[in-house]
């Protein structure tokens, strides 16, 4: 901190230092209490939820899967602002100033404590972050040189150099780079701590060895592109942090509407009898043609038989699946027991599911979106009734029963893809888990549909995948495309946006041919 600079600067400059000091010494905390009790991931998490679904929507669709790092710097943009804010006040109000600072730490626990799965020991980085950036800008005020004070003449005020004593300067200066240096070390142990903890996590994953299933899938589909590798399975959750569980740790709670209340833990699951399946998993929020959609071999045990042995009352018409971070996940409880093979997975593609994707145990539903059936880091299934509760996106509008609609997407070529004439394959895949799909038709601008062929699959819970040799002649053209399930019914041409229950439309994209 030069001492050059303007006074505004330099007060500004006190107050972002002093959040520094107190968001790593918060980090440093939550590290050791627990990743989500940081009142950055708190306040952010709050943000999410106060979030209008539109906003959420738009911020899904334009960014992607880099909504939730920018919403996180979006945050430490405005602490930024606000702790510079706080430093220029403390020019005049010291006192006023360092209330605002710890404020600022209070407003942090305020995010975490009313977080769904808070804990009140969540409070405690944040506490931590105003008494330290309190302090800390207390060590800075008292060291900064004599101000002019509000005489200073008009014209004169900025850019004022002001004069000190070189053992002053000094002083402000060891303060400064005390602090700065004090952050800093702080900031990089809990990235140790954090590394470590993840680790362990890491570690209990890596340990585990899944049964053989008692009932495994049919042969591998050798089609290229039928599975998605599971590095590459789209991640779509609320949550800022990833949940880092320990397998040994785990409990599931079957309670609520039954007459036993079950609790089992990760080896009595495993010890149910596994079951493999393919299944294609789609989230609600796809747009038409959209991304947010995987196919994978499961590896899972049947839910059904486990409620049953629960006894479920009569009534008890919602299954509200809770996750270790607070999530509910609402879906009727007759579509979990209707035979299909809805079923608490614990691995994708052979290995354990990865922490992104709901490790150790997630929910999963074939036929049903993704917010409804398939509920990550599952540790709580309450049997209970639609008319008691809402789930977290019903309480947002999304619609309570959540079956996928048939829909189908061009994967070749991409949209705006320049090709040579002559023959060129389009190719895609079509879904309508449950229902399996009957049918694909092409069309190319305003020909005729033509039914496309299809790659065989087993069942009817994963997509299809189909291609057509097309006869490409020179210029613009449009390709459209569109499935019909196994029931007969045709995917309808209207377009309808994801909210509330789904997006329905033909995927259509521009071509040009050389
Ligand atoms: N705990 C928890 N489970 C969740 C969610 C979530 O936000 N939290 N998101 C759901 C949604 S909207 C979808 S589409 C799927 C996505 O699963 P994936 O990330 O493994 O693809 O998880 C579901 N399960
Ligand atoms: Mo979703």
Known sequence: ???????????????????????????????????????????????IDATPTPVKEYAVRTFGTYDKPLLLSSIAVIVIIAAAAVGVLARRRPRLAQAAAAGLGLLGAAAVLTRPAAEPSDALPSLVAAVVAAFALGALITRMPASPGPAAPVGASTGTVEPTAPSGRRRLLITALAIAGGSMATGALSAVIRGLVSGSSEQSRAAINLPAPAQPAGPRNTSPGFYTPVADFYRVDTALTVP????????????????????????????????????????????VGGPYIGTTRWLGVPLAPLLRQAGIHPGADQLVARSVDGMTLGIPTQTVLDGRDAM??????????????????????????????????????????????????????????????TASR??????????????????????????????????????????????????????????????????????????TDGTGQTQPEQRAAPFPDGATGWHTLAVTVA
């Open 1 to 47: 901190m030069p001492i050059s600079t303007p006074a505004v600067v330099r007060y500004a400059l006190a107050g972002v230092l002093s959040a520094a000091a107190g968001l790593a010494a918060a980090e440093l905390c939550a590290a050791i209490v627990r990743p989500e009790a940081s009142p950055l991931i708190g306040i952010g998490s709050a943000v």
């Open 244 to 287: 880092r569980i320990d397998a040994a740790q785990w409990r599931l709670r079957i309670h609520g509407m039954v007459d036993r209340p079950v609790t089992i833990d990760f080896d009595q699951l495993l010890d149910l009898g596994l079951i493999e399946r393919d299944i294609t998993l789609n989230c609600v929020s796809n747009e």
């Open 344 to 405: 608490l997975a614990v691995g994708m593609d052979g290995q354990p599911l990865p922490p992104a994707n709901g490790f150790p145990v997630r929910m999963l539903t074939p036929g049903v979106y993704g917010y409804a059936g398939s509920c990550k880091w599952i540790t709580e299934i309450e049997l209970a009734r639609f008319a008691d509760f809402d789930a977290y996106w019903v309480r947002r509008g999304w619609a309570r029963q959540a079956p996928v609609k």
């Open 410 to 483: 061009i994967d070749r070529p991409g949209a705006f893809a320049k090709v040579a004439a002559g023959t060129v394959t389009v190719a895609g895949v079509a879904w309508a888990q449950g229902r399996g799909i009957r049918t694909v038709e092409l069309q190319v601008d305003d020909g005729p549909w033509e039914p496309v062929e299809l790659l065989p699959t087993e069942g009817k819970d994963t997509w299809v995948q189909w291609r057509h040799p097309w006869r490409a002649t020179p210029g613009g053209h449009s390709l459209r495309v569109r499935a």
